[in-house]
């Protein structure tokens, strides 16, 4: 499985953020907006749904490793995942509209969850 969440036909850029200018870089004295320590394993992907509204991570190194952010308040979802089936998680995708989740795992399944605060598919 491709680690790289970003096959060339997704758009991930244009998160809100809650600081105002974006940063560039160039600086040296950038501070993070927020800094999520839900996974004590290293990141193996990151992924924007469609608005930019949600930030998903997770890691493989560790079962059930997967954590949603809301971007604008920097909630983690500490409900979420309930399904506990998860096993090690390789890579995950919003649909276009972000009404489904799909989240593939080590065993080769592809597990799809409805994300019903998303009304329009």
Same mark, same amino acid.
């Given at each position: 499985?491709?680690?790289?969440?970003?096959?060339?036909?997704?758009?991930?850029?244009?998160?809100?953020?809650?600081?105002?200018?974006?940063?560039?870089?160039?600086?040296?004295?950038?501070?993070?907006?927020?800094?999520?320590?839900?996974?004590?394993?290293?990141?193996? $992907?990151?992924?924007?749904?469609?608005?930019?509204?949600?930030?998903?991570?997770?890691?493989?190194? /560790? /079962?059930?490793?997967?954590?949603?952010?809301?971007?604008?308040?920097? /909630?983690?979802?500490?409900?979420?995942? /309930?399904?506990?089936?998860?096993?090690?998680?390789?890579?995950?995708?919003?649909?276009?509209?972000? $009404?489904?989740?799909?989240?593939?795992?080590?065993?080769?399944?592809?597990?799809?969850?409805?994300?019903?605060?998303?009304?329009?598919?």
């Amino acid at each position: 499985m491709d680690d790289n969440n970003n096959n060339g036909d997704e758009d991930v850029a244009g998160a809100p953020t809650t600081t105002g200018t974006p940063s560039t870089g160039t600086s040296g004295n950038e501070q993070p907006i927020y800094t999520m320590d839900n996974l004590v394993t290293c990141v193996h $992907g990151v992924q924007f749904n469609h608005d930019g509204q949600l930030l998903l991570y997770w890691s493989k190194a /560790k /079962k059930q490793a997967i954590r949603l952010v809301h971007v604008q308040t920097g /909630k983690v979802y500490s409900n979420w995942p /309930k399904d506990r089936g998860l096993n090690f998680v390789h890579k995950a995708t919003f649909s276009p509209n972000s $009404g489904y989740l799909a989240i593939g795992n080590d065993l080769g399944y592809v597990k799809l969850i409805r994300l019903h605060f998303y009304g329009a598919l």
